[in-house]
């Protein structure tokens, strides 16, 4: 997500990138299937591939630069004919056994009726040099950097839900992946937003919060905070997004902190979902306590992990909800005062109005539309189902309830799905009717009169206000602190 306060770091913002968690399947840059076309494509697939088909991959590496990878894949029970990379960047850096194609497919060789194999490596330090981009590669130090979709070639014919395992061969590597046993799993259709791994030196902690478990990996190079310290503010971070949907989005997630020579503070950010969610933040060496607790980018990108992902829709939904609800986690924290947040909703919410009340959220023309259209949406949400619920339950609550339907980020629903299965857990219907208003065309708010009746204004010098004898006063007390937990929901 591009930068939202802080104009220190907003040429560091376009330097890296338009968005921080663009790569989620919501915003699917590398080409993920939407569920209606995957039911399509599963339903034919299934009249002619055989149910046992798996692949398996083993994943070699040097310790330390040049980072060359070889990988051994073997897929079993199909008609792989040979292995393609994901992005195109990619394909020059690939040397292989089996020949390539025209349209970029290594061919595979076929060692057995229904047994496919290829030996290749990428050369990971030439995708670096090339492209600097945490998209497909970038050294920090004498470390790397890069999503396993940069490693992974796809096997070709590509079929959804086929099981793949990695297991990597050589030590001094971390993955986001899930783990089962002594392999890393994840399923076919998930190669192209696969989540991150580093090659090379790393500083690594194993944290526990709530009884999930936060790999931390802190990338090589100079830095005025120790692991322990930046250990404690990643744990926070975690500990806040989890007390929020009262119970942790994923059991395992990669944290990894990327340093910057010579730079201050918390640079940019980004979550990959598959098949677990990884989480990078780039910030400068020289960061400062202050600096990581006054910044948004690390539980905006925590927050992601809860959310499931979409495709061809509601970027606006998920992106929204992730910039309403990062700086009330983070005042829930203690770190971001109740006049600061509502400062920068007082300043920000209505750069949203445009995509509210003219063009619909789906229809976005600047980053706002999508950012802060989403999130005054979010704000209404919150408000209208505190309305109705007679401020026993907030939108946090429907959330929880999607979060509970196995709704994280490493799933694709379809938007209505989950509005609807958030509307469930508030007792009328909120969400639907508010997306049908405003997503595919604008319809008209009156976003002053609504800070009015929660009590939130500036003075003339430009301070908050927040005014307890307002008619949602408690409503807005509710938004911020939470509501008490809540009973489980069913369907």
């Known amino acids: 997500m591009l930068e939202r306060r802080r104009s220190s770091s907003f040429v560091l913002f376009w330097f890296w990138g338009f968005c ?41 590496a040097p310790r330390e630069a040049p980072f060359v990878v070889s990988v051994q894949a073997r897929c079993t029970g199909g008609s792989v004919a040979g292995f393609t990379p994901t992005e195109p960047k990619i394909a020059p850096f690939v040397k292989s056994d089996g020949a390539a194609g ?43 950097l890069a999503p396993a979709s940069s490693f992974l070639l796809r096997p070709d014919p590509e079929r959804d839900d086929v099981p793949i395992h990695v297991r990597f061969a050589s030590g001094g590597i971390e993955s986001g992946l899930r783990r089962e046993g002594d392999a890393f799993v994840l399923v076919s259709q998930e190669l192209r937003v696969a989540t991150y791994t580093t090659f090379g030196p790393v500083t690594t902690r194993d944290l526990d919060v709530a009884g999930a478990s936060v790999r931390l990996a802190i990338l090589d190079g100079a830095r005025a905070l120790p692991p322990d310290e930046l250990a404690r503010w990643v744990a926070d971070a975690e500990r806040g997004v989890s007390d929020f949907f009262e119970r942790p989005p994923s059991p395992r997630t990669l944290v990894v902190l990327a340093p910057i020579p010579g730079l201050h503070g918390v640079l940019f950010g980004k979550m990959l979902p598959a098949s677990g969610p990884g989480v990078v933040v780039i910030l400068g060496e020289h960061a400062a306590p202050p600096e990581l607790h006054d910044d948004w980018i690390l539980v905006h990108e925590l927050f992601h992990a809860g959310t499931p992902s979409f495709v061809d829709e509601g970027k606006w939904y998920d992106e929204g909800l992730a910039t309403y ?37 789906e229809h976005p023309a600047e980053f706002s539309d999508t950012y802060w259209g989403g999130g005054l949406f979010c704000l209404l949400a919150d408000v209208e ?49 508010l997306a049908a208003a405003h997503a595919n065309a604008g319809a008209p708010l009156d976003l002053p009169a609504l800070f009015r009746e929660l009590g939130v204004s500036f003075d003339a010098s430009g301070n908050v206000n927040l005014d307890d004898t307002a008619p949602l006063a408690p409503v807005r007390h509710a938004l911020v602190y939470g509501s008490p937990p809540s009973a489980p929901v069913t369907p």
């Open 385 to 433: 189902a505190r309305r109705v619920s007679g401020g026993r339950l907030g939108l946090e609550n429907g959330l929880r309830n999607v979060l509970g339907h196995g709704g994280d980020a490493s799933q694709v629903w379809p938007l209505a799905r989950a509005l609807e299965v958030a509307d469930a857990a508030l007792g009328a219907p909120v969400l639907v009717p």
């Open 20 to 60: 921080t968690s663009c790569a989620t399947p919501s915003h699917a840059p590398r080409g993920a299937v939407a569920p209606g076309r995957a039911a399509a494509r599963r339903a034919a697939d299934a009249k002619s591939a055989p149910p046992a088909e798996t692949c398996d991959y083993t994943v070699s």
């Open 102 to 144: 025209p349209s970029g497919v290594f061919a595979a060789a076929r060692v057995a009726p229904g047994v496919a194999e290829l030996t290749y490596s990428v050369d990971l330090d030439g995708v670096a040099r090339r492209e600097n981009e945490i998209d497909y590669a970038r050294r920090f130090g004498r470390s790397l």
């Open 325 to 361: 609800y990062e700086p009330l986690i983070r005042a829930r924290l203690g770190w971001y005062r109740e006049a600061d947040l509502w400062r920068e909703f007082l300043r920000n919410m209505p750069r949203g109005l445009a995509a509210m009340t003219r063009r619909g959220l």
